[in-house]
Antibody, heavy 119, light 112 residues
Framework: DVQLVESGGGLVMPGGSLRLSCATSGFTFSTYSMNWVRQAPGKGLEWVSSLTPSGRSTYYADSVRGRFTISRDNAKNSLDLQMNSLRAEDTAIYYC????????????WGQGTLVTVSS | QSVLTQPPSLSATPGRKVTISCSGSSSDIGNRNSFVSWYQQLPGTAPKLLIYDNDKRPSGIPDRFSGSKSGTSATLAITGLQTGDEGDYYCETWDHNLNVGFFGGGTKLTVL
């Protein structure tokens, strides 16, 4: 079975940093693009970032570009999101999601990890 | 900046049909290289893919759910509404000019 399990969330002060991870299993990780999507408390979904199977191409929402870095380790079947200069508005549940090659949908999602930015 | 517009809320009675619209622009939904996906998020759970490539259903999704795209808009239709369909529904696509993904604001569906 396809599984995506996020970790690394927690409470961080404004201006601080946090690194999220997504451990995957049940599929050939190196052949899929991967994405991060977030959801602020009581709000809708917001696409955050994605990267191609090789990791060579990365894409970011304007709201996080220059502060967040997406990366992957195909040997470990894992996806990361390094978040720097965190702001209160970054408070959200962060989901990792799989994107089939040649498609634009997100067919499997993790259960999410909560990031709270507060003093 | 692309914006996908959905009605904030809809309600219907069990057994009826409901349609949820998603309005975009020529740079996102209206781009011939863009496909629309739809996601269902039941209370307290992660989103789930309902429709991909505008009108295709993943394995395990009942045919009560269908999608379509025309011009700069897309529509999700749900027939034979059930109380278990209550939740939030989101459209999503990719903006090929900006190379970013976008979700609609979401539609809260209430089945009375």
């Amino acid at each position: 079975d396809v599984q995506l399990v996020e970790s690394g969330g927690g409470l961080v002060m404004p201006g601080g940093s946090l690194r999220l991870s997504c451990a995957t299993s049940g599929f050939t990780f190196s052949t899929y693009s991967m994405n991060w999507v977030r959801q602020a408390p009581g709000k809708g979904l917001e696409w955050v970032s994605s990267l191609t199977p090789s990791g060579r191409s990365t894409y970011y929402a304007d709201s996080v570009r220059g502060r967040f870095t997406i990366s992957r380790d195909n040997a470990k079947n894992s996806l990361d999101l390094q978040m720097n200069s965190l702001r209160a508005e970054d408070t959200a549940i962060y989901y990792c999601a799989r994107e089939p090659l040649g498609h634009q949908d997100l067919d499997y999602w993790g259960q999410g990890t909560l990031v709270t930015v507060s003093s | 900046q692309s914006v996908l517009t959905q009605p904030p809320s809809l309600s219907a009675t069990p057994g009826r049909k409901v349609t949820i619209s998603c309005s975009g622009s020529s740079s996102d939904i209206g781009n011939r290289n863009s496909f629309v996906s739809w996601y269902q998020q039941l209370p307290g759970t992660a989103p789930k893919l309902l429709i991909y490539d505008n009108d295709k259903r993943p394995s395990g999704i009942p045919d009560r759910f269908s999608g379509s795209k025309s011009g700069t808009s897309a529509t999700l239709a749900i027939t034979g509404l059930q109380t278990g369909d209550e939740g939030d529904y989101y459209c999503e696509t990719w903006d090929h000019n900006l190379n970013v993904g976008f979700f609609g604001g979401g539609t809260k569906l209430t089945v009375l």
